[in-house]
């Protein structure tokens, strides 16, 4: 496993690290003791950060996250966790008292003082200029509440506004082999700036893992089911946006560049933490053999240039003139 720094937090992060979405919802059950198996084993691969936040399954991702760390007191492990989405979307609700209600809940689900990160979750686009926002956040960390702090977009334009910020941290972001557009502006803004970029939804909603056909069929509680359409939330968060059958097929494509040796899903990971500006990459696990096996694309390394090749060719070719222009 590589190890980097994560931004301006200082920190010394996994390349591959852990997101905890599916230990709280959203994917279909996974059990309280499954999801402590998948903590651990992914620890034991060497990861030490984790994403969560306050809404996976309403504080139960944060939840077992906490009586993780109150069992390995020792633990060396970066928890970032997110706040924004329990209250309407609103820019009037993001606030220095709903930011402490929210951070105040997460300290007791998560059973720490003082949080490593906390990322704004995808809020709407005019709290990324805001100053009182920015400025709330400043007085969190005066009061030792949080760590740092940093912001989870949607957009790319987000990112960029944040960046210019010079209290964030950390920009959490969208990035795969079908989702391109933050190698164009954001990772070079976030290499000169000093600040740590958190690659979510590596595997397109495991798409890239080739593991999917186009009659795949997800349960009712599982968002690559009900969230297709966007109705619940952004639909970028689901198969990165990408129409699910084109990106069953790319997908194929994808699978047939990967070298002898190494998994459709390790090459996704390891070509998407070898961008330059990318600190960890936060692929979830619903089980102890998918957490081992991500954690093990930490040690893959370079591609070569006909994979690299390849993957801009298949995107340019199916995903390019309908993703390109939206995030």
Request: glycine share 10%; net charge negative; proline share 4%.
């Given at each position: 496993?590589?190890y980097?720094t994560?931004g301006?937090t200082?920190r010394?992060?996994?390349?591959?690290?852990l997101?905890?979405?599916?230990?709280?919802?959203?994917?279909?059950?996974?059990?309280a003791?499954?999801?402590?198996?998948?903590?651990d084993?992914?620890?034991?691969?060497g990861?030490?950060?984790?994403?969560?936040a306050?809404?996976y399954?309403?504080?139960r991702?944060?939840?077992?996250i906490?009586?993780y760390?109150?069992a390995h007191?020792?633990?060396?492990?970066?928890?970032?966790?997110?706040m924004?989405?329990r209250?309407?979307q609103d820019?009037s609700?993001?606030?220095?008292?709903k930011?402490?209600?929210?951070?105040?809940?997460s300290?007791?689900?998560?059973?720490?003082?003082?949080?490593?990160l906390?990322?704004?979750?995808?809020?709407?686009?005019?709290v990324?200029?805001s100053?009182a926002?920015y400025?709330?956040?400043?007085?969190?960390i005066?009061?030792?509440?949080?760590?740092n702090?940093?912001v989870?977009?949607?957009?790319?334009?987000?990112?960029?506004?944040?960046?210019?910020?010079?209290?964030t941290?950390?920009v959490?972001?969208?990035?795969?082999?079908?989702?391109?557009?933050?190698?164009d502006?954001?990772?070079?803004?976030a290499?000169?700036?000093?600040v740590?970029i958190?690659?979510?939804?590596?595997?397109?909603?495991?798409?890239?893992s080739?593991?999917?056909?186009?009659d795949?069929?997800f349960?009712?509680?599982?968002?690559?089911?009900?969230n297709?359409?966007g109705?619940?939330?952004?639909?970028?968060?689901?198969?990165s946006?990408v129409?699910?059958?084109?990106?069953?097929?790319?997908?194929?494509?994808?699978?047939a560049?990967?070298?002898?040796?190494?998994?459709?899903?390790a090459?996704?990971?390891?070509?998407?933490?070898?961008r330059?500006?990318?600190?960890?990459?936060?692929?979830g696990?619903?089980?102890?053999?998918?957490?081992?096996?991500?954690?093990?694309?930490?040690s893959?390394?370079?591609?070569?240039?006909?994979?690299e090749?390849?993957?801009n060719?298949i995107y340019d070719?199916?995903?390019?003139?309908?993703?390109?222009g939206?995030?």
């Amino acid at each position: 496993m590589e190890y980097r720094t994560l931004g301006r937090t200082g920190r010394t992060v996994s390349s591959i690290g852990l997101g905890t979405w599916q230990l709280g919802a959203d994917w279909g059950d996974v059990s309280a003791a499954e999801a402590h198996a998948v903590l651990d084993a992914a620890v034991e691969s060497g990861v030490t950060f984790f994403d969560t936040a306050d809404v996976y399954g309403d504080g139960r991702s944060e939840q077992l996250i906490g009586e993780y760390l109150e069992a390995h007191p020792d633990s060396e492990v970066t928890v970032a966790t997110k706040m924004g989405r329990r209250e309407a979307q609103d820019p009037s609700n993001f606030t220095l008292e709903k930011f402490r209600e929210w951070t105040d809940r997460s300290r007791r689900n998560l059973n720490v003082q003082t949080l490593d990160l906390v990322q704004l979750h995808c809020p709407p686009t005019a709290v990324f200029s805001s100053d009182a926002v920015y400025d709330a956040l400043d007085t969190l960390i005066d009061d030792g509440v949080i760590a740092n702090y940093g912001v989870s977009v949607e957009t790319c334009d987000e990112a960029l506004a944040a960046i210019a910020r010079p209290g964030t941290a950390t920009v959490q972001i969208i990035l795969n082999a079908f989702r391109l557009k933050p190698l164009d502006a954001v990772l070079p803004a976030a290499i000169e700036a000093g600040v740590g970029i958190i690659a979510r939804v590596p595997l397109a909603s495991g798409l890239l893992s080739g593991r999917y056909s186009a009659d795949t069929v997800f349960a009712a509680d599982d968002h690559r089911n009900y969230n297709r359409d966007g109705s619940a939330f952004d639909v970028g968060e689901t198969f990165s946006g990408v129409d699910f059958e084109a990106g069953v097929a790319a997908a194929r494509e994808f699978a047939a560049l990967v070298p002898d040796g190494t998994t459709p899903a390790a090459a996704a990971l390891a070509w998407v933490a070898s961008r330059p500006g990318v600190s960890s990459v936060i692929p979830g696990a619903r089980n102890v053999a998918q957490a081992r096996a991500n954690a093990a694309a930490g040690s893959v390394g370079y591609l070569g240039e006909v994979f690299e090749d390849g993957v801009n060719d298949i995107y340019d070719r199916y995903f390019r003139e309908a993703v390109h222009g939206r995030w």
